[in-house]
Structures are given as structure tokens and as C-alpha cells.
């Protein structure tokens, strides 16, 4: 299965693309980040990354799209500009007949390094390992793209995991691995704080 990760942004979109065999192994194959100007009109700057966008969809031809779901912070001029660039890709995901799954931040970093608030470095070493990268991915942009398509990767193995464990014991820990755990634990944040808003 290909997965194209996006981590969007209106100055900086990054674009990861890999190749997922059947026992989830994750086999690196690009990684970009598409830009565009402050300077220019915003019309201007959601086509320049929308047009990024469908060259690596096209070139690419993934099985699915993992991108970052949009949550609130105190900028509210880069969340709008992250929303208005997750509507560009799932537009263009739609367009192309493609299923999109959206990921929060603490989940990718969760299933990336098994702590949901791992800092951005922690994250680039982390992808460079899995991917057998000879350097960490650049700028972080490039690496989140990358992370984002290893959480959708490997989402359903632990989402399975996670049905097993119940079964099997009544345990919290119950037959995870502390990544899946992590995940877990992050996934059950993100659903509450979603309830809450």
C-alpha cells in the first residue's frame, strides 16, 4: 500500500510518500515540502500549494492520504491557514477517488516515537531511523509529512491489537506494546478534548 502523508501549511506543505508492505513495514520513496510567498495574494498561495499538491497525488498514484487534522492553538492565522490548505488536499484527494484519514498531532508523534508529546526533533530521528533515511528528514515540515503516513500505516495493526488485548485481559496495558499504548492513550485525549470543544 502507498500512503501520502500532508502536514499542511500556507508558507510550508509538507509531502511524504511511502510504500507499506503487508507486515507493515514502511519503505521511504519522496519526500517534499511545496511553498509559498507571504507576499502573494492568498488565492495565489492556496494554488501554489494546491497545484504541489496534485503533482505528487498524480506522480504518485497513493492508495490513501493521512493528513494533519486541524485543532485549535493561539495563532489563529495559522490555524486558518493550515484549515483552508486541509480543504485544498482533501478536495483534491475527493477528486482522485481517494479516502482520507485525519490524524492529531499527539497521535502521530504516539505512533511515531511512543510519546504523544515528543518534541520535533524527537520525531525527525525517529522517522529517519524507521525509514532507514541516512539523515533526518528537512525542515520538520518534510518529517511530519513522512510521520503522518507512518500513523496511517500502522493504525489498523493497533487499533487490532487493542481489540485483541480487551479480549484477552481486562488489563490497562493488556498485551500493548508502551507505543501502542502511548497511542492509545492519545487517541482517548483527543476524542475527549473534542467533546469538550
Known amino acids: 500500500m502507498r500512503i501520502l502523508g500532508v502536514d499542511p501549511g500556507l508558507t510550508r506543505c509538507g509531502i511524504g510518500v511511502i510504500d507499506v508492505d503487508a507486515g507493515r513495514r514502511a519503505q521511504f520513496v519522496h519526500v517534499e515540502v511545496v511553498r509559498s510567498s507571504r507576499d502573494l495574494p492568498l488565492a495565489e498561495r492556496l494554488g501554489a500549494i494546491g497545484r504541489g499538491v496534485e503533482r505528487a497525488l498524480d506522480e504518485f498514484a497513493p492508495d490513501r492520504v493521512a493528513l494533519e487534522r486541524v485543532f485549535a492553538q493561539h495563532n489563529l492565522r495559522s490555524v486558518m491557514g493550515t484549515a483552508q490548505i486541509s480543504g485544498v488536499v482533501l478536495y483534491a484527494a475527493d477528486r482522485r477517488g481517494l479516502g482520507v484519514e485525519l490524524h ?9 516515537t511512543g510519546y504523544g508529546s515528543a518534541e520535533k526533533q524527537q520525531v525527525q530521528t525517529m522517522v529517519q531511523r524507521i525509514l532507514r533515511l541516512a539523515e533526518p528528514p528537512k525542515p520538520a515540515d518534510a518529517a511530519d509529512a513522512l510521520a ?50
Do not use: I, M, N
Not at 104 to 112: L, N, Q
Not at 161 to 188: F, K, N
Open 104 to 112: 492529531t498531532p499527539s497521535e502521530v508523534k504516539a505512533a511515531v
Open 148 to 197: 503522518l503516513a507512518l500513523c496511517s500505516a500502522w493504525k489498523s495493526p493497533v487499533q487490532a491489537a487493542e481489540r485483541g488485548a480487551a479480549a484477552a485481559s481486562s488489563d490497562v496495558s493488556g498485551g500493548l506494546t508502551p507505543a501502542q499504548a502511548a497511542w492509545r492513550e492519545a487517541e482517548r485525549r483527543a476524542v475527549a478534548g473534542a467533546r469538550r470543544g
